[in-house]
């Protein structure tokens, strides 16, 4: 008999972690809330979209089903909506019920919103007699109490469907109190520092393989990029008291009780330098936390219009 994969391995270890949970799911429209309702039905909770906040209400008092956790999304266009009351039902119904409630608030750059509702000729909920500008910005200064409430907030401007997924999952299962779950996740300064990042590092002031015709088309994964890279005389005492800084901050993290740090390595193109950098570190961090990710961002949004090109 053939051992589970895995993928398939943190599957089921997230839909035995959502069984008895509410997950509240909100946030911009257009950020992917339909999105996040598909993924958690993947792991085992019975998901329900624009219900009037009262039956909402009714639903959570009920509780999920046995075995099953139980997703509900929200959003403006939800009746009796409104962003201040319906942060405090949330604390009401926590009060309340014997269920684990947690928010969940989907944010992404307006830019990219934009883009979302351009290409698919869809019309947002607060600029049908505006802008769309006008509405995206209408929207985020009315969600703002949402996103200061909310438990978990996850960025998806730079994210396709499967990494939304998978971060989405490891958010919501976390990890044992005390130990850090941590994602490393490259980027390019042009297109914008992650939102949901909580150290970010600069590694612009490195040699760039860019420069170098035969580099160029590579990425940071490349032993010949990475050799470039570590052989700039500052490498190694950057890296050293990178290492330092993050063997205190680590422990200090723990004692906080913060279960999920994201540590974001930016440079120009988000290709060579701060993909190399980040492999590094996730190789350095691999032997101090509890669970160790590695995401380039440019590298996916690279290899996700290669996709659809290909289609």
Request: negative net charge.
């Amino acid at each position: 008999m053939s051992k589970p994969s895995s993928s398939e391995t943190v599957l089921g270890a997230a839909r035995s972690s959502l069984a008895g949970r509410v997950l509240v799911v909100t946030g911009l429209s257009g950020a992917g809330r339909s999105t996040a309702l598909n993924a958690l039905e993947d792991m085992n909770c019975e998901a329900v979209d624009n219900l009037p906040v009262r039956l909402m209400a009714t639903l959570v008092e009920q509780g999920p089903a046995t075995g099953r956790g139980l997703a509900i999304g929200v959003d403006v266009r939800t009746r009796d909506f409104a962003a201040g009351d319906f942060a405090q039902t949330i604390e009401r119904l926590r009060a309340e019920t014997a269920s684990e409630i947690d928010l969940v608030f989907l944010d992404c750059d307006s830019d990219v919103i934009a883009q979302r509702y351009t290409e698919t000729r869809r019309v947002h909920p607060m600029a049908s007699d505006r802008p769309l500008a006008d509405g995206i910005a209408a929207e985020r200064r009315l969600l703002a109490p949402l996103r200061e409430a909310a438990d978990i907030v996850i960025d998806t401007s730079h994210t396709n469907i499967h990494e939304f997924a998978r971060i989405l999952r490891d958010r919501l299962v976390g990890v044992p109190v005390g130990e850090a779950n941590v994602l490393v996740t490259s980027f390019a300064y042009r297109n914008g520092v992650p939102r949901d990042a909580d150290l970010v590092i600069d590694v612009r002031f490195l040699r760039n393989p860019h420069y170098d015709p035969d580099l160029r088309p590579r990425t940071g994964r490349d032993p010949d990029v990475g050799e470039f890279v570590a052989r700039d005389p500052d490498f190694d005492t950057f890296f050293a008291r990178l290492t330092d800084l993050l063997a205190l901050l680590l422990p200090r993290f723990n004692e906080e009780g913060k279960s999920y740090l994201t540590i974001a390595i930016g440079c120009t193109g988000g290709r060579h330098r701060s993909v190399y950098v980040s492999e590094r570190l996730r190789d350095w961090l691999a032997e101090r936390a509890t669970q160790v990710d590695v995401r380039h961002r440019e590298l996916s949004f690279e290899e996700t219009n290669q996709e659809e090109a290909g289609r």
